[in-house]
């Protein structure tokens, strides 16, 4: 397991925009493939965006896709979520999560991955 940390949350109107940022700490960050997922109040936990170790394969949910952009920088250990037009609906605490996890494959499962961060609220008011 590694130390995740995210950043950049806070609160936007209806059609703005946010990026999140996770870091990890671990010296091999270019072997893992990282994921974001977000909870809102009342509901359980949803899969947001994937993307592999080398950053050449990514997945988004369907409520997501075209709007939310994931991506990495592995010279930093960070990756990124890049959230557009952004709707009351995205209201969430978003986590990131990762596993040491080198394939093609990108990771969506919650249980197939081994380290997690604190969460970062994003609050879209109407």
């Known amino acids: 397991q590694v130390h995740v940390v995210e950043s950049g949350g806070g609160l936007v109107q209806t059609g703005g925009s946010l990026r999140l940022s996770c870091t990890a700490s671990?010296?091999?960050?270019?072997?893992?493939?990282m994921g974001w997922f977000r909870q809102a109040p009342g509901k359980g936990q949803e899969f947001v965006a994937g993307?592999?170790?080398?950053?050449?394969?990514?997945d988004y949910a369907d409520s997501v896709k075209g709007r939310f952009t994931i991506s990495r920088d592995n010279a930093k250990n960070t990756v990124y979520l890049q959230m557009n037009s952004l709707k009351p609906e995205d209201t969430a605490v978003y986590y990131c999560?990762?596993?040491?996890?080198?394939?093609?494959?990108?990771?969506?499962?919650?249980?197939?991955?081994?380290?997690w961060g604190q969460g970062t609220q994003v609050t879209v008011s109407s």
């Open positions: 999560a990762a596993r040491n996890f080198i394939s093609p494959k990108v990771i969506i499962t919650p249980a197939d991955y081994d380290s």
């Open positions: 671990t010296t091999i960050f270019g072997n893992y493939a």
């Open positions: 993307i592999n170790w080398a950053g050449a394969s990514a």
